[in-house]
């Protein structure tokens, strides 16, 4: 069999730079998982666990070339969160219920996948989302900073009392401690200037070398990590608990899923590369399910690694399997020395992680367009104030809320032609636009449903006290995709209205779906004939009385 070389050369180029993507990000992942386990309340070896199983997982189902499916700092705050409010501060049933919440986590993406439910991600707004992350990063760096200083750790999410709580205990900062932080942290910001400078890996270096030193002087290191520990089936939640156990899991999947989503997505249209929202779903799944039962920490697709991969010069997803293998080598190999890593350099580590969504420049567009500014604001004041769950929830609540008051705000148009043409536009934006003799050519800017078809069809019978004369309303129904039950019935009650006072009701601009819905509703108000309108300058026209003959008849 013949070989094209130049395609040859090609795959082994190919290979040679995922070999290298997957070893450059293996440096940057290893101490992150370390450090994301400590933000979870979890032993050092979930998030190594997590980053291995997320990373074979993904690369041999997954579909994006780029994604690198690991423990993120969201999931790691919400599961701290939620394993908080269901068992309270003690160590070995946190980790225990941790297990089951994503072990359920990963079977609400199983569901999900089956049931096709790929579009779950829009559920939560892109002004939510950056507004929980700005929120949750502020969080998250407020609580990493007792391990940065030297301090007592913090519990709870409401940030009020944690900077009270920082403030009390300012004066038990350890000076070798907040040293190590520190230093670590200007190096790690440094690092950022020079291409390809792995600044976490250097900080690790630094911070394992200076361990012994450090260790003398009273700082904490990483301690023992056992990645063979006696395993045990996740701790099922007791029956009083399966309500806000399933609840956790739906806001993990929310949150893990909206991450993941947007950072495949935004890699897969730079490339010009498919996405399979569902088949995501599904492998996201399995990662989970298997990461809980070994005891690791739930899995998404983070922005910040999959960028990092992406830098890194990677074409496939074996970038992502030689990070796994790398990561794996460096654990059997640098155990020992993984485990001195000293608590302020993972730390600081976090704390630089989570630094870029601190960039304020996110919510610019929000504040030009005048578009979700409340909403972006709420998340944000909802993760400080309610904490990290409660604040992500309300958030969400608070956009659909606004979303509903949009669309149940009633906005009616009168239509006239423009410039004597096909067109018909608002006569309030367009006062040169004529409205015909004897027609009122009404459209609802929203769509039409139960929340605000009683209120857009008052608008309407007020429009017609306005207006003489009217023999026909063309009613152009262009925004309503589909009708439910309650604006079904208001259009009868407004067909009967117009009707006592002989004036006709024609709907135009129909989309398929809504017309033969009306047709097999059979309205008694609203005959086929008045259906058969496709644009609003049929149904004008055919409202228009007919011309009278001019001239004399020929005899």
Known sequence: MNVNPASAAGQGST?????????SIAGLLLPEAVAYSGIAGLPPQAGVIALLV?????????????AIVS????????????????????????????????????????????????????????????????????VIALKQLPNLLGLPGLRGDFVPLLLMTLVKSIDRIQPATMGAGVVALLLLFLCERVRRLPGSLLVIVLGVAASGWLAHRGVMLTGAINLIPEWSLPAWPASSQWAPSIELAAALLLVLYAESYGSIRAFALKHGDPVTPDRDLLVLGVANA?????????????YSATSANEAAGARSRLAGLVAAGSVLLMVLLLLRWIERIPE???AAIVIHAVSKSWRLAVFKPYLQW????????????????????????????????????????????????????????????????????????????????????????????????????????????????????TA??????????????????????????????????ALPQLSPQTLDFWSVEDAATAAAPAPQPTGRLLQ
């Open 15 to 23: 290979l040679g730079v995922d070999v290298l993507a997957g070893l």
């Open 54 to 66: 997320g990373l074979s997982g993904y690369g041999l189902l997954g579909r994006s070339r780029y």
């Open 71 to 138: 423990a993120t700092s969201s999931s790691a705050a919400v599961l701290a969160a939620g394993t908080l409010a269901l068992t309270g501060p003690t160590g070995a049933s946190r980790a225990a219920v941790a297990a089951a919440l994503v072990l359920l986590t990963g079977g609400c993406f199983l569901i999900a996948g089956v049931a096709r439910l790929g579009g779950l991600s829009h559920l939560i707004a892109r002004p939510v989302l950056r507004g929980f992350a700005f929120g949750l990063a502020c």
């Open 290 to 302: 298997l990461s809980g039962l070994l005891h690791g920490m739930p899995l998404g697709a983070g």
């Open 344 to 346: 302020p350099v993972l």
């Open 370 to 485: 005048r578009r979700d500014r409340l909403v972006a604001l709420a998340a944000v004041l909802a993760v400080l104030a309610l904490g990290i769950l409660d604040g992500l929830l309300a958030a969400i609540a608070f956009s659909l809320v606004m979303l509903l008051r949009q669309f149940a705000t009633p906005r009616l148009s009168v239509l006239g032609r423009l410039d004597g043409g096909h067109d018909f536009v608002s006569v309030e934006l367009h006062p040169q636009a004529v409205e015909p003799e004897g027609v009122l050519i009404l459209r609802p800017e929203e769509p039409l449903f139960f929340a605000n078809a009683e209120s857009l069809l008052a608008l309407a019978r007020q429009q017609l006290e306005h207006h003489a004369g009217i023999r026909v309303v063309v009613l152009s129904l262009e925004e309503s995709p589909n009708l439910d039950s």
């Open 488 to 521: 079904l019935e208001a259009l009868a009650d407004f067909s009967v209205w117009l009707g006592a006072r002989d004036i006709t009701l024609r709907v135009a601009r129909l989309k398929d779906t809504v017309r033969e819905l009306l047709l097999r509703a």
